[in-house]
């Protein structure tokens, strides 16, 4: 059996989805989709059946029945076993207790950001602020549409994390604007790059007598 640490994210989503009971990975996709967790994971139905096959080369899975509808190609039904159990449990745990930096790209573009003039700054800031908006609305929408349905609040909590990250960066973004407008964060416009070498370097020094 694998070490949990090797699970991958594909991995995890499946494994949970057969714990809450046996699927065919073509429904499991279904299921994956319709409660929006490909913002959660990345998942297509080729590399899904493909991380099902590796839980079950590794005894995590374990098929149960294959079926065939109408002209449809036959479609395999698994269940979780007792030690894909255990290596959810093992995994999730991990997971939730331990804080892991995996090197989000936007803390290291505002780093660097002072390489661009304040005014571009500016406006990709506040570009990012209509993005971070319209992706705000549709996880709001998201948690009426399956409340409205009744599931469980258990299987969508990540919905209402992922609003508290959006308007926690929304207010921060806002909260640099605000410095840079009144010039509360010095900034400093980058320095031009200096003029290149020529290519042939002697003939700068004149001709030698």
Avoid: C
Avoid at 87 to 113: C, G, K, W
């Amino acid at each position: 059996m694998p070490k949990a640490a090797e699970l991958t994210p594909l991995g995890v989503a499946s494994l949970a989805l057969l714990a809450e009971e046996p699927m065919h990975p073509y429904e499991m996709y279904q299921v994956l989709m319709a409660r929006h967790e490909d913002r959660l994971v990345k998942v297509r139905p080729g590399t899904l059946y493909h991380a099902v096959g590796r839980l079950e080369e590794h005894g995590l899975v374990e098929a149960t029945g294959t079926e065939r509808e109408g002209n449809r190609p036959e479609r395999t039904t698994y269940r979780i076993t007792d030690d894909g159990h255990r290596a959810l449990d093992a995994r999730l745990q991990v997971m939730l207790s331990t804080p892991l930096n995996e090197y989000p790209v936007f803390p290291h573009a505002i780093a660097e950001a002072h390489h661009l003039p304040s005014e571009v700054v500016v406006d990709l800031m506040e570009q990012r602020l209509v993005a971070l908006a319209a992706d705000l609305d549709f996880l709001v929408n998201a948690e009426a549409t399956v409340t409205a349905k009744g599931v469980d609040r258990k299987y969508w909590i990540d919905i209402t994390y992922q609003q508290a990250m959006r308007r926690t960066e929304i207010a921060w973004i806002r909260d640099f604007l605000q410095e840079l407008g009144t010039r509360q964060l010095p900034w400093d416009e980058p320095q031009t790059a200096p003029p290149a070498l020529s290519h042939h370097p002697k003939e700068s020094l004149g001709k030698r007598s």
